[in-house]
């Protein structure tokens, strides 16, 4: 049993990444409006978390965009 639920681990921390890379591609290039911006940047943030130093460039992005912007993502 030990074996499957390490596969089903393993297979979600690999979709979980994948979803990621889709997210911050389509918050970096993506045609969004502020709105829409704002609530996938917000996600993008909140699964990661502030302080992951893996994802701190582009949360650090993130947060320069969303001043430029002028919209409020959270802390």
């Known amino acids: 049993m030990e074996d499957k639920i390490f596969d089903i681990a393993m297979d979600n921390a690999k ?3 994948k979803c ?3 997210m911050i591609w389509v918050i970096r290039n993506g045609e969004l409006n502020n709105n829409d911006w704002k609530s996938l ?3 993008y943030v909140n ?3 502030e302080l992951d ?3 701190k460039n582009d949360i650090i992005w993130i947060h ?3 001043s ?3 919209v409020h993502i959270g802390e």
Request: charged share 35%; proline share 0%; net charge positive.
């Open 47 to 49: 699964v990661v978390g």
């Open 41 to 43: 940047s917000r996600t």
């Open 20 to 22: 990621l890379g889709a």
């Open 53 to 55: 130093e893996y994802h």
């Open 64 to 66: 320069e965009e969303a």
């Open 15 to 17: 979709k979980l990444g």
């Open 68 to 70: 430029r912007r002028g």
